[in-house]
Structures are given as C-alpha cells and as structure tokens.
C-alpha cells in the first residue's frame, strides 16, 4: 500500500466532524401522521441539534459548516419516524411518516431554504477541499429537489417495485426490531396505524389517477397479488400466520418474557391486524379493482403530462450527466455490440457448435445451469452465493485498503413479496450494528436464477460491490452524514457493475460459463439503455421492448418480462448502471495512463470510496485531484 495515509488525509482535510450512521435511502414522506410530537421527539430535537447561534461560535468556516450540516440532517431525522428505526434509533417507534402532498411541499420549502441559510453561514473560498466539495453536494441536492419537484406526483404508489402495499410490511418485517415489550408494543402501536398510513397512500394515488397518473394495466395484477399473499393467512384466514402475524410472533417469542405476556401482545396484534391492517388492505385492493378498468396499456413516461420533460429530468437524476435518451440509446446499441463479440470468443471456447442466437437457447434451457424448483434448489444457491463472498472476502486485500466494519449475509426474499420484488437487491447495514447487510436474492423462480450468474450478482450486490461501497461510507469518520445518503444512481450502480468486471482481473470466473455470466450481466445493462429509452422516449411497447431482451440477451423470458415491467415503473434508472460502470473504467485508464508505474488499483478505489456517494462529474474530479498530487 503505497501514500494512502496522505491521501486521506489530504481528502479530508480537517473539513468535517466524525459522523458514523447511516442507512437505507429515507422514506420520501416525513412527518408523523397524524399526531403530536412526542416526548421521544422532542428529545431528538434538543440532544441532537446545534442552534444556529452556537454555529456562529465556531472558529472555522469548516467547523460551521459542519454544525449546520449535523442541524440539518438531526432536524430531518426528527421529521420522519420510519428514518429514525432505519437508523437503528426508537424514537416515535409506533408511528408512520405523514404521506400528504402538504407533507412534501413543507419539507421542499425546507430544504430549498437551508440553501440560503448555508451561503449566508460560511464563506465557501475559505473551505478546505473536503468541505467545499459538501457545499456542492448540498446546493447540488437542493436543484435536483428543484427540477423534480413539478414531478414529485408522477411516480406511482402502488406498483410492483416499490408500492406501499408491499413495502410497508416490508419495513416492519425488515426495520422494526423488538427487544423489548416496548418495541413489541411500538410494533402493535404501528399495525394499528397501518389504515391511516395506507388511507393517506390511497389518497394519493386517486389524486394522481384524476391528473391522468397511472400504471399500466399490468402492473394492477401484481399489486392485487401483493394485497392477497399480506392477507393470506391467519389472522385473516385459514391455514398458517400471515407474514405480518409471522414475523411478530417470531419476535415475541424471542423475548424473554413470561408466557401470559407472550400472550397478551399476540392478541393485541391479532386485533390490530383484523380492525386496521385488513381494512386498509381491503379498501386499496376495492380500489384497485375499480381503477384497473380505467388503465390503458402505454408504458412509457410519454403519457404522462408533460412526460418528455419528466422523462428529460429523470435521466439527467439518474446519470448525473446532460446525456439525451438519443444519445444513451446510440451508446446501448454500440455496447450490445461490442459485448455480442466478447461472448463469440467464449462460445468458441466451450465448443459450441451454432450461432449466438442458438447458444442463447443453450444457455437458457440447459438444466445444468438451474438449481430444483423446492426449497433443496433454494438453499443450495443461497449456500453457494454465501460461499462466493467468503471466498472473495480473503482475496480483497489484492485490490483494496479499506474494507467494511459490517457483516454481510444473504437472504431469500421473503414470499409475500418475490413474485413481484426484483430480481436482487442489497439492504444497508444499522448504524449500530444491530442489523447486517443484506442481499436479497429473489427465488420465487429458479429458472430466473441461472447459476453461470452467480459470480456476477454476487459480486454486484455484496462484495466488492454495494456492500463495500455503502457500508464503508455510513462508516467514513469525515464526511457528513448527508453526503452518506446521498442517492447518486450512477455512482452507486456504476460502481457494481464495476465491481463484476473487477473480480474477472484479480483471478475469478475460472468457469467459462461463470465468465460468460458475468459478461451476460453487463450485455444485460447495455441492453437496458435501449429499452429503457426505447419505453420512455422513443413509445416502444412492452411486448417490443420485452422482444428486444429476448433476442439481444441470453436470460429467460420471465426475466425479461419482469425487467421490462420494472423499467416502466421507474423511468431512467437503468440507465445509470452502464454509464456509471463506463466513467469509472474511464476514469481508470486515465489514471494508469498519467501515473504509469506509480498507478495503484487499491489507492484508486480508496478515492472512488472515500467520499460517499457523488455525481460522476465530482468523482471525476476526485480522480484528476489524486493523480495530480501522485503524480506530483
């Protein structure tokens, strides 16, 4: 390890204090719905915010700015009970966030004010590097705030990705934990405020379906089946618990409590379940069933209002760059190509005999790349993706410095939500490390979860990927904890698509086949720049889009199904992936071009990890900065 001490210390140059949590990205709604401010709350205001009289006591413009950048992220927490437990805190533990547009409007007003308030704080030329570059983040967060805000209703409630329906239970089952007949309690205390906090959802989404914002006729189905596999179940059916039922009584019974006060609490849930959980869940699926027949089968952004501005700002969100969707279709189709030709030479290699297209079928129907269709298949490729971390956690010192403080598990997603939950997705560790992190890998169909794709995805969501990367930034001692939550799509997934290439130069993917997944997960990325852009700006449908993966990729068609279906839902991210993995590589070659000899990979990531998540026009200047003082 060559400097890397002096690096960080010149990155960080006395700009900021030590901040150490961190966790998922925060609800976008923030106040307690509907009550009071407790004494909990009011505690969080008074022990963790710094009056911005006491931050003009600060001797440096650094020290200042660091004070108000705590009094605002505190001031935010305090706002939004459902951030306090993603932090691993307790406080409001039985309420929800407020899910009004009044809600939304008062924090915007906030934000967009904390802005003036900072540039009137500190002198931004008498920053040191690290902190001038926080000045940036936060102005840089308060414009993208700016430019969607007119857009803020465009997205849907209730859809198959990231709709209330299935998330909710999910932050209970996943962030709420109990160790204490006063967490339980808490639990309970937010069953029962699950009709209002759904009845505020539902609200939204009649309002948003009035202005002409609604999904698909399809995505409808996958919400209905959401609402059955959360009511299936006792205390609403016959047969075994329900996962709500499930998961709260699998935390009481861990609790070491006396077997009447066991009791006790699972009746209090089962009644919250019965008199607030399933009317809620009723009335959103009436709903439902009522609204479908007044959705259309567009799929893209375009129908909307004003859809081709929305669609303009939601690249420009998700690249941090002033690409065009002309322009990111022309790159994805280039990419497609050039990854084709690197598949033709593994091709060559495993033998097979027949055209890509053939060798596509190969891939997708040869059942030695699929693991049984029952839970032995199941936990075979959870064993196996655990085993592959492992195996590369003792290879990490050969490419890194630093390495994450949490732990890393893999888990299945849970039943009531895979049919419609992607394919994999990571899940940031607790500040206080009360809560690992987590990859999700989704089972519902083995037949999605080729095993030539293994490698690659777990790389991707664990190690070196979004577990290296998340982790060690809540876990940065320098760096405000906003810029920890800072949502950089093209950072944060370029940065895993990254980190599937990486593995292949320091040794893995041996197996052809493993190494023909990795590059099938990259095609995958490249591919997505063509439909996502496709959808959204160019009115391909869902079945041509859908066409266009199963021809150009060798993954099953239910995967492309369910890509597909994603990508309208959320227009523009996929795009980030590929463009963010290109800028890196970019970024990269660069520096080993400049630094020639005195080029270290390990110190290069240490930049790319060093300030959390950021544009990639910051990170390239992260980059510029480290190999001219290298190079120096």
Same mark, same amino acid.
């Given at each position: 390890?060559?400097?890397?001490i ?14 150490t949590?961190t ?10 719905a ?13 022990? @963790? ?25 505190d001031?935010?927490?305090?706002r ?12 409001? +533990? ?17 934000e ?30 308060a ?43 808490? +639990? ?16 939204n ?12 006729k ?9 609402i ?50 399933q ?13 479908i ?17 929305? +669609? ?6 998700? &690249?941090? &760059?002033d ?6 279709h ?26 890509l297209?053939?060798?596509?079928e190969?891939?997708?129907f ?35 410095? &630093? ?11 849970e ?8 394919? =994999?997705?990571?899940?940031?560790p ?10 999700? @890998? ?11 794709q ?11 990927g ?17 810029r920890k ?22 040794g ?22 063509v439909?996502?852009?496709g ?6 449908t ?24 994603? +990508? ?6 996929a795009? =980030?992936?590929?463009?963010g993995?290109?800028?890196?590589l ?22 790319l ?8 026009s910051?990170?390239e ?12």
């Amino acid at each position: 390890m060559r400097n890397t001490i002096s690096i960080f210390a010149l990155l960080f140059a006395a700009a900021c204090v030590s901040n150490t949590e961190t966790a998922e990205t925060p609800p976008s709604t923030i106040s307690p719905a509907g009550v009071k401010k407790s004494a909990a709350s009011a505690h969080v205001k008074e022990e @963790a915010l710094t009056s911005t009289e006491e931050i003009m006591d600060f001797a440096s413009e650094a020290e200042k700015l660091n004070a108000f950048f705590q009094e605002q992220f505190d001031a935010r927490v305090s706002r939004s009970p459902m951030f306090q437990t993603s932090l691993g805190m307790k406080t409001n +533990y039985d309420k929800w966030d407020d899910t009004s547009d009044a809600a939304q409007i008062a924090e915007y007003k906030l934000e967009q004010a904390a802005v003036g308030l900072m540039e009137n704080l500190v002198d931004y030329d008498k920053l040191p590097s690290n902190a001038q570059l926080s000045y940036r983040l936060f102005k840089l967060r308060a414009k993208q705030q700016a430019d969607m805000f007119p857009y803020r209703n465009h997205g849907y409630v209730f859809d198959q990705m990231y709709g209330q329906q299935s998330r909710t239970p999910a932050f209970l089952i996943n962030q709420h934990r109990v160790t204490s007949v006063e967490d339980a309690k808490a +639990y309970i205390g937010r069953l029962n405020g699950i009709k209002n906090y759904l009845n505020g959802h539902l609200s939204n989404a009649q309002s948003r379906a009035k202005d002409g914002i609604r999904p698909p006729k399809f995505v409808y189905e996958y919400v209905l089946s959401d609402i059955k596999n959360v009511l299936t179940g006792a205390p609403f059916t016959q047969g075994e618990d329900s996962p709500l039922f499930e998961d709260f009584k699998t935390k009481i019974n861990a609790l070491d409590i006396s077997g009447d006060e066991k009791l006790t609490l699972i009746m209090e849930a089962n009644a919250a379940l019965l008199t607030n959980v399933q009317p809620a869940y009723e009335e959103v699926e009436a709903w439902v069933k009522e609204d479908i027949n007044n959705a259309d089968t567009d799929d893209g952004a375009w129908k909307l209002p004003d859809g081709a501005d929305y +669609y303009k700002k939601r690249l420009a969100l998700m &690249t941090t &760059t002033d690409m065009d969707a002309n322009e990111i279709h022309e790159l994805g189709l280039s990419e497609v190509d050039r990854i084709h030709n690197e598949m033709k030479t593994i091709m060559a290699k495993v033998g097979f005999e027949g055209d890509l297209s053939e060798f596509f079928e190969f891939m997708r129907f040869d059942p030695q790349f699929y693991y049984s269709e029952d839970e032995a298949g199941r936990s075979r490729y959870l064993a196996e993706a655990t085993e592959l971390i492992d195996v590369m956690k003792k290879a990490l010192p050969s490419a890194f410095n &630093t390495f994450p403080k949490a732990d890393l598990i893999v888990k299945r997603v849970e039943p009531f939500r895979e049919k419609s939950a992607g394919k =994999a997705f990571y899940q940031r560790p607790a500040p206080d490390g009360s809560r690992p992190g987590t990859y999700y @890998a989704n089972l519902y169909k083995m037949s999605s979860m080729p095993t030539y794709q293994m490698e690659a995805l777990a790389y991707h969501e664990g190690i070196p990927g979004h577990h290296m990367q998340l982790a060690i930034a809540q876990e940065l001692k320098d760096v405000p904890k906003f810029r920890k939550y800072g949502r950089y799509t093209a950072y944060t997934e370029g940065w895993g698509l990254y980190t599937e290439y990486l593995p292949k130069e320091m040794g893995f993917y041996q197996d052809p086949y493993s190494d023909f997944g990795r590059l099938a997960m990259e095609l995958w990325r490249a591919a997505r720049l063509v439909v996502d852009t496709g959808l959204h700006e160019k009115k391909w449908t869902r079945e041509q889009a859908t066409q266009y993966l199963m021809t150009n990729t060798p993954n099953p068609e239910g995967d492309c199904i369910k890509a597909i279906d994603r +990508y309208i839902v959320m227009p523009g991210q996929a795009t =980030a992936y590929k463009i963010g993995m290109l800028k890196i590589l970019e970024l990269r070659e660069k520096a080993k071009s400049e630094l020639g000899e005195q080029f270290s990979l390990a110190d290069f990531h240490d930049i790319l990890l060093a300030s959390g998540p950021i544009p990639l026009s910051e990170l390239e200047i992260a980059i510029n900065q480290w190999i001219k003082m290298d190079a120096s």
